[in-house]
T-cell receptor
Framework: EAGVTQSPTHLIKTRGQQATLRCSPI?????VYWYQQALGLGLQFLLW???????NRGNFPPRFSGRQFPNYSSELNVNALELEDSALYLC??????????????FGSGTRLTVV | GQSLEQPSEVTAVEGAIVQINCTYQ??????LSWYQQHDGGAPTFLSY??LDGLEETGRFSSFLSRSDSYGYLLLQELQMKDSASYFC????????????WGAGTKLIIKP
């Protein structure tokens, strides 16, 4: 089965512009998690979508938003870009290991650079 | 608040054993996970401890002690390809897999 796919791989935007990032979860998986990883730091939870609805969001301003489509793919929008939004944005599905542990399966990410 | 602390960097020699520690402050969680991330790549799942004790997966083992608010990842027979950053993360009881992550430990392996 195909893994989590994200596009584009790299995105360069100017401060004040809007960025749109896309994610397709593992086929048949209804949940999508978005995380932000600033350079050299851990991951920060952004948004969780399930069955087309936003279920929870992390401690980010409203200019970070998104949606989930009927096919469970998802879009993350960042409006009024600021320099500190430069980061790796990761999308994930939930998986289950052979030992029964639930884990996150990440896409390769979108590297957003704001100049 | 909830937080996890890891050393920022650990250096070890190829073939040796290394332990990466993770101490945490959290009100409650389902389990402690470990992920590996190579430079420029995505985090990949390594191990999970729901209960206290040791979980072994090949060369990698992970340990959890809830009474000590402490866990670690043990890597044996180190290979150059193990050079990466390692993250611990917890799944809080009041969340639905919105993990809280440590800042990561960069493992440098020398020949």
């Amino acid at each position: 089965e195909a893994g989590v796919t994200q596009s584009p791989t790299h995105l360069i935007k100017t401060r004040g512009q809007q960025a749109t990032l896309r994610c397709s979860p593992i086929s048949g998986h209804t949940s999508v998690y978005w995380y932000q990883q600033a350079l050299g730091l851990g991951l920060q939870f952004l948004l969780w979508y399930d069955e087309g609805e936003e279920r929870n969001r992390g401690n980010f301003p409203p200019r970070f938003s998104g949606r989930q489509f009927p096919n469970y793919s998802s879009e993350l929008n960042v409006n009024a870009l600021e320099l500190e939004d430069s980061a790796l944005y990761l999308c994930a599905s939930r998986g289950v290991s052979p030992t029964g542990a639930t884990f996150l399966l990440f896409g390769s990410g979108t590297r957003l650079t704001v100049v | 608040g909830q937080s996890l602390e890891q050393p920022s960097e650990v250096t070890a020699v190829e073939g040796a054993i290394v332990q990466i520690n993770c101490t945490y402050q959290t009100s409650g969680f389902y389990g402690l996970s470990w992920y590996q991330q190579h430079d420029g790549g995505a985090p990949t799942f390594l191990s999970y401890n729901a209960l206290d004790g040791l979980e072994e997966t090949g060369r990698f083992s992970s340990f959890l002690s809830r009474s000590d608010s402490y866990g670690y990842l043990l890597l044996q027979e180190l290979q150059m390809k193990d050079s990466a950053s390692y993250f611990c993360a917890v799944n809080p009881l009041d969340s639905n897999y919105q993990l809280i992550w440590g800042a990561g430990t960069k493992l440098i392996i020398k020949p």
